[in-house]
Antibody, heavy 130, light 107 residues
Framework: QVQLQESGPGLVKPSQTLSLTCTVS??????????WTWIRQHPGKGLEWIGY???????YYNPSLKSRITITVDTSRNQFSLNLSSVTAADTAVYYC??????????????????????WGQGTLVTVSS | DIQMTQSPSSLSASVGDRVTITCRAS??????LNWYQQKPGKAPKVLIY???SLQSGVPSRFSGSGSGTDFTLTISSLQPEDFATYYC?????????FGQGTKLEIK
């Protein structure tokens, strides 16, 4: 059973960098086809996709946050990390790490993939405040 | 970005009711649509992927349908544990986007 666990400071000062790590257990972060993802949820609000990384290091970021995000992977430790720079109160949220998995299906002669988030961490609340 | 719009935003229902939640995409997403259930203080849990495929371990009272831009999640007979917030999410393109959520409350 794959498990994900976020770790990092719960309080960050404005203008500083938010740093979180997600530790994966019960499976290898290097297993093919999975994208290791960060998602956040502002208090009482909906879900916002931040970005994800493949075990090779390829990344995809939300354009709305792209200038401030860095996601890295450490396959030797089975971890991936999020850095979000120049934070403001608007970055206060519960941050989740998740695994994006896939399901192969045929559409005519084309092999396609359904992607969805099947394993999630419990989430960690990060508050931006001085 | 593809905008996902759910309706209603909230819904009151009773145990045993049949409930339908709708999700509309701002452009076609074919069938690249997932549904999640979230309970207070917990991470979301996937119910349906590919618009209509039931995730392993999810009760069969949950079903999904639709294609193109319009999708529905149906709960055939509400159970007490189903009262939660439900989100749709498109996986057709990046950035991945979610609907704003539908809160299902006990009547």
């Amino acid at each position: 059973q794959v498990q994900l666990q976020e770790s990092g400071p719960g309080l960050v000062k404005p203008s500083q960098t938010l740093s979180l790590t997600c530790t994966v257990s019960g499976g290898s972060i290097s297993s093919g086809g999975h994208y290791w993802t960060w998602i956040r949820q502002h208090p009482g609000k909906g879900l916002e996709w931040i970005g994800y990384i493949y075990h090779s290091g390829s990344t995809y970021y939300n354009p709305s946050l792209k200038s401030r995000i860095t996601i890295t992977v450490d396959t030797s430790r089975n971890q991936f990390s999020l850095n979000l720079s120049s934070v403001t109160a608007a970055d206060t949220a519960v941050y989740y790490c998740a695994r994006q998995t896939y399901y192969d299906f045929w559409s005519g002669y084309d092999l396609n993939k359904y992607h969805y988030f099947d394993y999630w961490g419990q989430g960690t609340l990060v508050t931006v405040s001085s | 970005d593809i905008q996902m719009t759910q309706s209603p935003s909230s819904l009151s229902a009773s145990v045993g009711d049949r409930v339908t939640i709708t999700c509309r995409a701002s452009q076609t997403i074919i069938s690249y649509l997932n549904w999640y259930q979230q309970k207070p203080g917990k991470a979301p849990k996937v119910l349906i992927y590919g618009a209509s495929s039931l995730q392993s371990g999810v009760p069969s009272r949950f079903s999904g349908s639709g294609s193109g831009t319009d999708f529905t999640l149906t709960i055939s007979s509400l159970q007490p544990e189903d009262f939660a917030t439900y989100y749709c999410q498109q996986s057709y393109s990046t950035p991945r986007t979610f609907g704003q959520g539908t809160k299902l409350e006990i009547k």
